[in-house]
């Protein structure tokens, strides 16, 4: 399930890293592909791994277990923890992906959140809907699972346990709310 990846992200990736070729600098238990740009100020809190033709952009904030997938950009100011993102995907400026899995080709603009926690409610326990059945996840960090081609509008925000199937449109401003307080 995917909520059990994001948990266990961290894990997943320090048992890649060694297996990593060539083309990777490993340090620290940061892996990052030669062909990947990294603008100035960011912080790499590992384990990650940032595959070919990757851009990250300054001040970005890279924590606690991070894949990025072949020609992500991950914009200025932006912060990714426990999260996946695939092939093509571009995370704008100003924006927080938070133990999420994010299909290719799917674009956050900016200020856009993938929110991972329920600090306003009492029982925290993420649930989710997949195919009309409410789902315990049995954790209190879970944020996103984001299909291929998804547009998420700038502002938006995906409550945790959001799922989101291929070629959805999120509008600037929007709240997603699959499922209300217990």
Same mark, same amino acid.
């Given at each position: 399930?995917?909520?059990?990846?994001?948990?266990?992200?961290?894990?997943?990736?320090?048992?890649?890293?060694?297996?990593?070729?060539?083309?990777?600098? /490993?340090?620290?238990?940061?892996? #990052?592909?030669? *062909?990947? %740009?990294?603008?100035?100020?960011?912080?790499?809190? @590992?384990? &990650?791994?940032?595959?070919?033709?990757?851009?990250?952009?300054?001040?970005?904030?890279?924590?606690?277990?991070?894949?990025?997938?072949?020609?992500?950009?991950?914009?200025?100011?932006?912060?990714?923890?426990?999260?996946?993102?695939?092939?093509?995907?571009? /995370?704008?400026?100003?924006?927080? #992906?938070?133990? *999420?899995? %994010?299909?290719?080709?799917?674009?956050?603009?900016? @200020?856009? &959140?993938?929110?991972?926690?329920?600090?306003?409610?009492?029982?925290?326990?993420?649930?989710?809907?997949?195919?009309?059945?409410?789902?315990?996840?049995?954790?209190?960090?879970?944020?996103?699972?984001?299909?291929?081609?998804?547009?998420?509008?700038?502002?938006?925000?995906?409550?945790?346990?959001?799922?989101?199937?291929?070629?959805?449109?999120?509008?600037?401003?929007?709240?997603?709310?699959?499922?209300?307080?217990?």
């Amino acid at each position: 399930m995917p909520w059990q990846i994001t948990s266990n992200l961290k894990d997943i990736i320090e048992g890649i890293i060694p297996n990593l070729g060539e083309d990777f600098k /490993i340090e620290n238990g940061v892996a #990052i592909h030669k *062909s990947a %740009i990294l603008e100035h100020g960011i912080t790499l809190k @590992g384990p &990650i791994i940032i595959m070919d033709n990757c851009r990250i952009s300054v001040n970005a904030y890279l924590r606690e277990g991070v894949f990025l997938d072949s020609s992500v950009k991950i914009g200025p100011s932006s912060e990714i923890k426990s999260s996946m993102i695939f092939s093509g995907s571009a /995370i704008a400026h100003l924006n927080y #992906i938070g133990n *999420s899995i %994010i299909g290719r080709n799917v674009n956050f603009e900016g @200020g856009s &959140i993938a929110a991972n926690h329920y600090n306003e409610r009492f029982n925290k326990k993420i649930r989710v809907i997949f195919k009309n059945e409410i789902i315990d996840t049995g954790t209190e960090k879970f944020g996103a699972l984001v299909g291929d081609g998804s547009k998420i509008g700038a502002n938006a925000v995906l409550s945790p346990g959001t799922i989101l199937e291929r070629g959805s449109i999120v509008k600037r401003l929007e709240l997603i709310e699959q499922l209300k307080e217990p």
